[in-house]
């Protein structure tokens, strides 16, 4: 089993900045990606970023591309995303995953999840 904590969330004006981490710990050997995900009131989950544990090779939502930055500390097993330029469409619960096996990187196909940390973006 792996456990993930998010942190980081908040309320934030327009055009703000946020950071959110996330910590992995357990079983977190064999470790392939670990993604963003977020989901808003009445929608679905939608993927935002993934970074590739050994290379870093990154992946963003368009929705995001030039806004957010993803990262990760493999001495940590923490993953972090660097939110800038917020709007408030970006609004919503964000969650941390963690994916074993390499295919489906984009989707929500991601063997770990955490409990989610809310933004709020405010107009």
């Known amino acids: 089993q792996v456990q993930l904590v998010e942190s980081g969330g908040g309320l934030v004006q327009a055009g703000g900045s946020l950071t959110l981490s996330c910590a992995a710990s357990?079983?977190?050997?064999?470790?392939?990606?670990m993604g963003w995900f977020r989901q808003a009131p009445g929608k679905e989950r939608e993927f935002v970023a993934a970074?590739?544990?050994?290379?870093?090779?990154?992946f963003y939502a368009d929705s995001v591309k030039g806004r957010f930055t993803i990262s990760r500390d493999t001495a940590k097993n923490t993953v972090y995303l660097q939110m800038n330029s917020l709007k408030p469409e970006d609004t919503a619960v964000y969650y941390c995953?963690?994916?074993?096996?390499?295919?489906?990187?984009?989707?929500?196909?991601?063997?770990?999840w955490g409990q989610g940390t809310q933004v709020t973006v405010s107009s």
């Open positions: 995953a963690v994916k074993k096996s390499i295919y489906g990187l984009i989707t929500l196909d991601y063997d770990y």
């Open positions: 970074v590739r544990w050994i290379g870093g090779t990154t």
């Open positions: 357990g079983r977190t050997g064999i470790t392939y990606a």
